[in-house]
C-alpha cells in the first residue's frame, strides 16, 4: 500500500528536489550512500543525517511518515549492533546510524523522483524487455492495488474480518488472495491482447528522457557538500 | 460506400462451453459509418466486436474485415483498426500520456520526430495536450478515456471500435467523449462502431444502429427507424429513449405528435402544440 503512497508522493511533489532530473538524483544518492560508508565518527555520520532531514523538511515531505519507514533498517541494525557489537558502545551507534543515514537518502531519493523517470533512466542500460517489465508491472500494480482494496473493504463489510476470530480471518483473506490471483491471470491476459492489438513488438516508449536543468545543481551539490564535509570530520 | 467489415451467422464456442451465436441479419460497417450496437447484457455484443478484432475465431460464420479474416491477418487488420475497451485502465500501458498514445506508432517503426507530430495533433484534437506529461492512474476517468482513445486513433485507423465507452462517467465527460467522436469521424473519416447502453446518446451519435437480441441482429436502421420500434426494443430488454416513450404516451392521449429522438426535434413538435409561432 506505502507504494502508492510514495508515488504519489513523488508525482505530486513540487519542491526544487522534485524538479530536478533523476539521473542527477540518482547521483545524489550515491553520494550520500558514500558519505554513509566513509564516515569515520558519530559526529560525521550524525551531521549527515541532520542534513538529510533538513532536505526532508525543505522538499514539503512528510518527516514523521518518512521517518516511520527509516524503523525498519533501524531496528535490524540495532539486533546487529547489540549481537555484534561487544562492550564498544560508538561502534554499535555508528552501525544504527549509517543504515539510518543510508535509509533516509534512500526515501528521501525515491520519495521525489516518480519510478517512471527512473526507469526511463534505467532503460538506457538494462535490455528493453527487463525495463518494459517493469513499467507494466509498475500500471497493474496500481490496478491491483485498487482491486485488492474494493475486496478487503468488501470482506470487512460483510463481516468477514473479526479482531477476535484470528482463523476465520486468515481463511477469508487467502481466499480473497487467491481471488487477486485470478483477477491479476485475467487481467495480465486483456493486457497481452491490448498490447497484441496496439502492435508491441517489443519496447513500451518512455520519452520521459532526462534532460539537464538547473534544479540538476541542487541535488549535485549537496550530495558533494555532504561526502566532502563527511570525509573532512 | 466502401464495405470495412461484413459478420455473417457466427458462432462461438467459449472454453467453459458457453455458446454464442450471432445469426440473423448480416452485420456490415461501411466506410464513414458511426454505428451503435445495442443489446441488453450477455446478448454477444462484446463476443461480435472480440471477432472484428480478430481475437477469436468463430467455430462457424463468416467474419470479414478488410476484405480479410481478421484472425488470420491479425497484423494486417491491426494497423487499420482503432480499439477502445470498456476498462481503459488496462489499455494504458505507457507511463505517461505521450508514452502511451505514442506507443503503436513507435512499435510500428514510424520515425520518432513523425510520431511527435502525430502525438501533437491527435492530443491537440482530443484537447488533452496539458496532460501529455501525467502519469496515466493519477487521472479521471473522462482524461484516461480520452487518453485511451487518443492511443487508438493516433494511427488514424479506418475503423474504431468502443465498448461501451460512456459506462461510469458523468455527463459532461459523456457530453465530452461524444464530441470527441464526431468530431474524429468527421475529420479523419473513421467509422466508428459503438456498443453502448446510453441510448438518449444514440440520435445524436449514430447513422446507423442494430439491435442484437440473445445473439440474434434483430434489427438493424438509422436510429429514428430503430429506436421508434418499441415492440424490437422491448423484446429485446432495451428501454426506449425518454422523448421516445413520452410523445408515444401524448400519441395515445389522442395529441397529433410524431415520435421524435432528439430534443430539437421534440422542441419543435412541443411549439407546434402550444401554438408558438415564436413572434412573441
Not at chain 1, 191 to 213: C, D, E, T, V
Not at chain 2, 215 to 228: H, I, K, Q, R, Y
Not at chain 2, 238 to 248: A, G
Request: with cysteine; aromatic share 8%.
Amino acid at each position: 500500500m506505502d507504494l502508492a503512497y510514495l508515488d504519489h508522493l513523488a508525482v505530486q511533489g513540487e519542491s526544487p528536489l522534485h524538479k530536478a532530473s533523476a539521473p542527477a538524483k540518482l547521483a545524489f544518492l550515491a553520494l550520500c550512500l558514500a558519505g554513509v560508508i566513509m564516515a569515520r565518527s558519530v559526529l560525521a555520520a550524525g551531521l549527515e543525517i541532520a542534513v538529510l532531514l533538513a532536505v526532508i523538511w525543505w522538499a514539503r515531505l512528510p518527516l514523521g511518515r518518512l521517518f516511520h519507514y527509516t524503523l525498519y533498517p533501524v531496528f535490524f541494525s540495532s539486533v546487529f549492533a547489540l549481537a555484534g557489537v561487544e562492550g564498544f558502545w560508538p561502534s554499535g551507534v555508528m552501525v544504527i546510524l549509517k543504515a539510518f543515514g543510508a535509509a533516509l537518502a534512500v526515501i528521501l531519493v525515491i520519495c521525489s523522483t516518480s519510478y517512471v523517470e527512473v526507469f526511463a533512466f534505467l532503460g538506457r542500460f538494462l535490455p528493453t524487455i527487463v525495463v518494459d517489465g517493469l513499467l507494466v508491472t509498475y500500471r497493474s500494480f496500481f490496478q491491483l492495488l485498487s482491486k485488492m482494496g474494493n475486496l478487503f473493504r468488501t470482506i470487512r463489510l460483510r463481516g468477514g474480518y473479526s479482531p477476535l476470530a484470528l482463523f476465520r480471518n486468515i481463511r477469508n483473506y487467502g481466499a480473497a488472495l487467491g481471488l487477486i490471483f485470478i483477477h491479476s491471470w485475467e487481467m495480465a491476459e486483456r493486457m497481452y491482447k491490448i498490447m497484441a492489438l496496439r502492435g508491441y513488438q517489443g519496447g513500451i516508449p518512455s520519452g520521459n528522457k532526462a534532460k539537464f536543468s538547473p534544479y540538476d545543481l541542487l541535488p549535485l551539490g549537496l550530495g558533494t557538500a555532504i561526502l566532502v564535509m563527511v570525509v573532512s570530520i | 460506400m466502401r464495405e470495412l467489415a461484413r459478420v455473417r451467422c457466427l458462432r462461438h464456442v467459449y472454453p467453459d462451453r458457453t455458446e454464442v451465436c450471432l445469426c440473423g441479419l448480416d452485420f456490415v460497417v461501411q466506410e464513414k459509418d458511426r454505428l451503435v450496437v445495442l443489446g441488453p447484457n450477455g446478448s454477444g455484443k462484446t463476443t461480435l466486436l472480440a471477432h472484428l478484432m480478430g481475437l477469436l475465431e468463430p467455430v462457424e460464420g463468416e467474419v470479414e474485415v478488410f476484405g480479410t479474416n481478421p484472425c488470420k491477418d491479425f497484423d494486417l487488420v491491426r494497423r487499420r483498426l482503432g480499439v477502445v475497451f470498456q476498462n481503459v485502465d488496462e489499455q494504458i500501458i505507457g507511463p505517461t500520456v505521450w508514452d502511451d498514445v505514442a506507443f503503436s506508432l513507435l512499435n510500428n517503426g514510424i520515425p520518432v520526430d513523425e510520431a511527435c507530430l502525430m502525438v501533437e495533433e491527435i492530443l491537440e484534437d482530443l484537447g488533452i495536450s496539458h496532460l501529455r506529461n501525467k502519469i496515466p492512474h493519477y487521472l479521471s476517468g473522462g482524461e484516461k478515456r480520452k487518453v485511451a482513445l487518443a492511443g487508438a486513433m493516433v494511427m488514424k485507423p479506418e475503423l474504431l471500435i468502443l465498448d461501451e465507452p460512456f459506462t461510469g462517467l458523468d455527463p459532461k465527460s459523456k457530453g465530452e467523449i461524444l464530441e470527441a467522436l464526431l468530431k474524429l469521424n468527421e475529420k479523419y473519416g473513421t467509422a466508428l462502431v459503438v456498443t453502448t447502453h446510453e441510448i438518449d446518446l444514440v440520435p445524436v451519435l449514430a447513422n446507423k444502429v442494430y439491435v442484437l437480441d440473445r445473439g440474434n441482429l434483430v434489427l438493424c436502421g438509422t436510429p429514428g427507424e430503430v429506436l421508434t420500434n418499441l415492440e424490437v426494443l422491448q423484446k429485446a430488454c432495451l428501454e426506449p429513449p425518454i422523448l421516445v416513450e413520452l410523445f408515444r404516451r401524448l400519441a395515445d392521449r389522442g395529441l397529433a405528435v410524431g415520435t421524435p429522438i432528439t430534443m430539437e426535434e421534440a422542441e419543435e413538435q412541443l411549439l407546434l402544440l402550444v401554438g408558438y409561432s415564436g413572434q412573441g
